[in-house]
Structure formats: C-alpha cells, structure tokens
C-alpha cells in the first residue's frame, strides 16, 4: 500500500522537472505583477539585472509604504471638526437656582452647636465633643434624632420657591410661575430646576429676548451658618442639559443681592470616539442617571464604595475616596470615562446695580418693605441666548478601513502595477510550489522505509541524473 501510494505522488501530483520549469515560465509570462516577466524573458544578463534592481526596489518601497500605512492605523489618529451651525429655533437649556442662604433660620436656631462641629475637622470635632460643656448637649441631640437625616432636614427647613421668593418669572414674554420649578437636593440645599419642557417645550426664536427673574433671598428668614448669621446673600445658578443633573462645584454663577446679571448662553455639543480612537466606552449605564455623565458616575462610584464601608450614604462624602484614587475619570480603563456625547453651555455674564431710584421706590411700594431692604435682599436675573446658533465639536477617525484599503490599493498600482488579482494570483503560485516542495521532501526523506529488498531498491544511472537535476 506504501508503494502504491509513493508511486502515485510521483506520477501524477509531482510533474516532471519540465512541466515545473513550464509553470514557472506562464507565471512569470502572465502575472499582472508588473516588470516579472522582463526579468525572465530578457536575454541580455545586464537588462535582466536592471529589472530586477527595479522590481525588488519597488517592492521594497510598497511594503515600506504599506507597513507605514498599517503602523499609522493601529496608532488610532482621530481628527476635529468644528461646525457652526445657525438655525431658527434652538431648544433652551435648565437653569438650576440655589439661595446661598440654605436654611430657614428658625429651624436651625437650636443647632449652632451641631453646625459648629460640622464645619471642624473630625480631629478638634473630637477634642471638643469630650468637653463637658458640649458633650451634654451633643448627646441630647443625637438621643433625640436617632432617625436625623440631613436630606430630609433640608427639604423641609431648606429654601423654599413661591411668591414671596419668586417676585417674577417672564419666559419669551408669557409668565412663568413656581410650579414650573422642580425642586432637586444638591450641595446648596434645596434647589429649583427651570426647565423648558414643562412649559409645552417652547422654543427660541427670538435671541433678544429669554427668562426673566426676580428672586427675593430674604436674609432675614434665611441663613447659612447658625453660629454667624448668613455670610454671603444672593442667588447661585447652573446652566445645564435638561437630562443633566446641575453641578455647582466650580460650574455656578453667583449674582449677590442687589444687583442685575445678564447672561449670554451659548450651546457646544461635543462628539468623542469610542475607544480605541477615543476615550469614550458607549456601553456604560449608570443606575440613577438618565444619560451617562462623568459627574454622575463619580456621584454612584463614590457612593457604592460609602455604601460597602459603613452601610449608609452620608450628607458630605469623605475625601478619602478620591485621595485612595478609587474613582477615576477620564481614560477608556478609568472608573468613570468621558461620555461619549456632552452639551455645555458656555456663558458670558455681565452685572449692573439693580434698579433706579424710581425702581426702588416702586418695589418698597409693591412689596412694603423700605428701600434698603429692597437693596440687601433683591436679585435680577435675565438669560439669552448670544445668538441663535450652535457649535458642534466632533472627534472623528483620521482613517477609516476604507481609505486603508485605499491607500494600500493605490501603492500596490502605483509600485507594481499590483491589484486584488495580483496578490491572490502571487498567493496561488507560492502555494502550488510549497506542495511540491513538501511532496519532494517526503519522497526524498533520507529515513524513507525500505519497501522492498536492497537490490531492488538501487537506483539506476538514469534515476540518479535526473535526481541531480532535481
């Protein structure tokens, strides 16, 4: 059976030395593989040496420009685009406001103490609730508010949004009212969220005109700190995406009592990549988010990790979270990566003393109070849009597979003459010769079994010349 396989290699899936030196000439007379068949074809040896010089050079500068090509795409290279785009509505953002004054000052009168040890560093916090003269008074309070929540203390005796605080409310020139406001908790306290689509989700039309408020902050009802009275007075507010929660935390503008702010609002909308080319991962969900954001992922991280150690969610999260660095921002692999879409609202705000003499007197009159209090407790508030326009800015792949293709495609044609066909037809030829080499190799093995006797076996003068040739 052995012999009989043997045999059959050699006749009929190993041609003769002719029959392969023919194959090799019709591949090199027929390839599309430009300059080939001037090597095999010229008989002058100094033509033939030229061409080939020429073919190994241009194929020396086609894989250079190829693995160039393949180097530059794995490095993931992205581009910017900036597009300014003018419409004639344009959607208007959620305006948060916050009273600096947190707390009803009745409501916090009994807890000096607690909010004077609040604001300590827990090392004199410590030191002063093993004093005697503290002690007492912080362990009746605790005793007493077993159930305390701080969240819930603050909705009840925070700042609160109604006619006497919201003197007036003017959207585009129909009024608006506190219901349109939706109260939110943040690290000012009670807040009130303004957002256009609980008005019927009207839109711009006109840049010069947008919303009009007048706050009244009450400084009297109010405070921030029980021990010193209020420190600051005015109103603070965050221009944000309506599916955004607002952030105060280097993002709020502060317009003080007595004063009139102006604000121009534009909108940027941001594209980022998906990682490789970008920073951004499209599959994170958060849990108590609509949309994904970097500040509301940290918010949960920060959050899980509080929740794990001591079993609750206190009112101020401890530093140590982001001094350990175990919520991290920014890169694809960090807890938190930069959300794939994000919308700001850049701002130029310009302020004015608030009303005439006239203005003043008006007010005093509308509301009965004198004119200084009408100076130390009255806020102006107006937003707009600059104009009615928005700018995109988009990150976006430098190159596609496509354009690789391309690009590659068009060295090939340019060097070689080379095309699709080219490189299956290259593909084809190397492996009908690898199959006669490893056919060749296995009759030839030098430990190939001795099918039949000795004698038999030796190979004759002619068998032997034409093994040399081979």
């Keep these: 059976i052995l012999e009989k396989i043997r045999l059959c290699l050699i006749k009929k899936l190993l041609p003769d030395l002719e029959d392969r030196r023919k194959y090799q000439e019709e591949f090199a007379s027929s390839t599309s593989f430009h300059g080939v068949h001037n090597i095999v074809h010229t008989q002058s040896k100094a033509r033939k040496a030229l061409w080939l010089l020429i073919v190994t050079g241009c194929l020396a500068i086609v894989i250079w420009q190829i693995c160039s090509r393949f180097i530059y795409y794995f490095s993931w290279p992205t581009t910017t685009t900036v597009v300014v785009q003018y419409v004639e509505n344009i959607k208007f953002p959620a305006v948060t406001f916050c009273n600096l004054n947190r707390f009803q000052a009745h409501a916090v009168s009994n807890l000096k103490i607690i909010f004077l040890l609040w604001n300590i560093v827990s090392s004199i916090f410590q030191k002063f609730a093993m004093e005697d003269k503290y002690s007492q008074e912080l362990n009746d309070f605790l005793l007493g508010n077993q159930n305390f929540s701080i969240k819930d203390f603050t909705r009840k005796n925070g700042f609160y949004l109604n006619s006497s605080t919201l003197l007036e409310c003017d959207f585009f020139g129909k009024p608006c009212y506190p219901q349109d406001f939706e109260q939110v908790f943040t690290e000012y306290g009670n807040c009130f969220t303004f957002n256009h689509n609980d008005l019927s989700a009207r839109r711009v039309s006109l840049s010069g005109r947008g919303l009009h408020l007048l706050f009244d902050v009450q400084q009297d009802k109010f405070t921030d700190e029980p021990t010193l009275g209020y420190t600051d007075a005015g109103i603070t507010f965050v221009i944000h995406s309506p599916q955004e929660l607002p952030r105060f935390d280097g993002l709020g503008l502060l317009t003080p009592v007595g004063m009139h702010a102006q604000v121009a609002i534009r909108q940027l ?120 326009s928005y700018k995109i800015t988009q990150q976006q792949k430098a190159l596609s597979i496509s354009e690789l293709l391309a690009d590659v495609g068009g060295q090939l044609g340019l060097f070689c003459g080379a095309s699709m066909i080219t490189i299956i037809e290259l593909l084809e030829y190397i492996f009908t010769n690898f199959c006669w080499m490893c056919i060749f190799l296995l009759l030839k093995a030098p430990d190939m079994p001795q099918w039949n006797n000795p004698s038999q076996n030796q190979p004759t003068h002619k068998e032997k010349k034409r093994r040399i040739q081979e």
């Design 269 to 388: 909308k941001s594209i980022i990549q998906e990682y490789p080319w970008g920073e951004c991962k499209p599959d994170i969900k958060l849990q108590y988010h609509k949309i994904y954001s970097t500040n509301g992922c940290l918010l949960e991280c920060k959050a899980r990790y509080i929740q794990d150690w001591c079993g609750c969610l206190p009112f101020i999260l401890p530093d140590d979270i982001e001094i350990k660095g175990l919520c991290t921002v920014g890169t694809h692999n960090s807890t938190c990566p930069a959300p794939c879409e994000e919308t700001d609202y850049p701002t130029t705000v310009t302020y004015s003393n608030f009303g005439g003499e006239k203005a003043i007197k008006y007010f005093s009159t509308k509301l009965k109070k004198s004119p200084e209090y009408i100076r130390q407790n009255l806020v102006r508030i107006e937003i707009k849009y600059h104009d009615l």
